[in-house]
């Protein structure tokens, strides 16, 4: 088994396999402030209509011929009329006998109504809404559409598959001692083995290669057939390494968006600035690695974009 490892100008890299523990991505959890906001939201809501249920009384649900009925029998006292809906009082018992109640009935079609009112009821009037019911009417709504805002924001904006992280690096990260893989365990290519243990001690103690002017390779290519240990190597680099290590797939720069690749190369570069000394692994780098300029449509081929960002 043999694999060919020469120096490059770009960083490249292998896919990564089980023998890595990456850091996982902690599910999205709304803050405690967010939290409470809503619980008081919550509670503020049912207060409103326990409130307007207190207030409200017991109302007796009646049909509109018993209304009418009882319009013309005189035993209704009091009533509002609305837009909807006519409510008021009425004696339970029979005509001036019992206490009085309060009924509702779903409004309908009567043109002989305000007639029949003015002959038998003593007291009646226009109903306005009650101001809970209206405060209600535009708060729920506006709850609800603040609620789905608020949602979709979050959706767009975090995890992986937000659109807002569109340009986001896919990388998977394996922080420090994260692998368990190390080159006591890479067998039958001393010499691929020898030339990567020289880049794994100066990433250890770059200041004993810089006060003799030395400089760490821009970046290893590992070119061999399929099985031949590219990727047991990557692995044992970053197990002998002890740094942050970051594994993508050429494939995954690679999407519909023009402009998406080279943002993504430009993110995982950023990233992996923040926690240098680090090791970028990029497997399948022939998805990108392609001839520039053949097949392409004036030089904007995205693959091409990808591939200028990463040189």
């Known amino acids: 088994m043999r694999a060919s490892i020469e120096a490059s100008r770009h960083a490249a890299c292998v896919r990564l396999g089980s023998g890595f523990a990456p850091r996982q991505k902690a599910p999205m959890r709304l803050d405690r402030k967010t939290q409470l906001s809503i619980a008081y939201a919550i509670l503020t809501i049912l207060l409103l209509l326990v409130m307007q249920s207190y207030f409200e009384g017991q109302v007796d649900s009646v049909k509109y011929s018993d209304f009418r009925q009882w319009v013309v029998e005189g035993r209704v006292a009091e009533v509002y009329v609305g837009a909807d809906d006519i409510s008021g009082k009425y004696y339970a018992d029979g005509v001036g006998e019992g206490g009085l109640r309060t009924f509702s009935v779903s409004r309908m079609e009567d043109p002989e109504l305000v007639e029949?009112?003015?002959?038998?009821?003593?007291?009646?009037?226009?109903?306005?809404?009650?101001?809970?019911?209206?405060?209600?009417?535009?708060?729920?709504?506006?709850?609800?559409?603040?609620?789905?805002?608020?949602?979709?924001?979050?959706?767009?904006?975090?995890?992986?598959?937000?659109?807002?992280?569109?340009?986001?690096?896919?990388?998977?990260?394996?922080?420090?001692?994260?692998?368990?893989?190390?080159?006591?365990d890479v067998a039958g290519i001393d010499e691929a083995k020898e030339e990567l243990e020289e880049i794994v001690e100066f990433l250890r103690t770059p200041e004993r290669f810089q006060a003799l002017g030395g400089k760490i390779p821009r970046g290893v290519l590992l070119v061999g057939a399929p099985g031949t240990g590219k990727t047991l190597l990557a692995k044992a680099v970053a197990g002998e390494a002890g740094v942050p290590f970051f594994s993508i797939s050429g494939s995954q720069f690679v999407e519909m968006f023009v402009g998406v690749g080279a943002a993504r190369v430009r993110d995982l570069f950023e990233q992996a600035k923040k926690h240098a000394p680090a090791i970028i692994f990029i497997d399948e780098l022939d998805a990108l690695g392609k001839a520039r300029g053949v097949g392409s449509f004036g030089g904007h081929d995205e693959r091409e974009q990808t591939l200028n960002q990463l040189l």
């Open 116 to 184: 029949l009112l003015q002959e038998h009821v003593p007291q009646f009037a226009g109903k306005r809404e009650p101001w809970l019911t209206s405060l209600l009417s535009w708060i729920l709504p506006a709850v609800f559409f603040v609620g789905i805002w608020m949602f979709m924001a979050r959706r767009m904006s975090g995890g992986s598959g937000g659109l807002m992280s569109i340009g986001k690096s896919k990388a998977k990260v394996y922080m420090e001692k994260g692998t368990g893989i190390t080159f006591d």
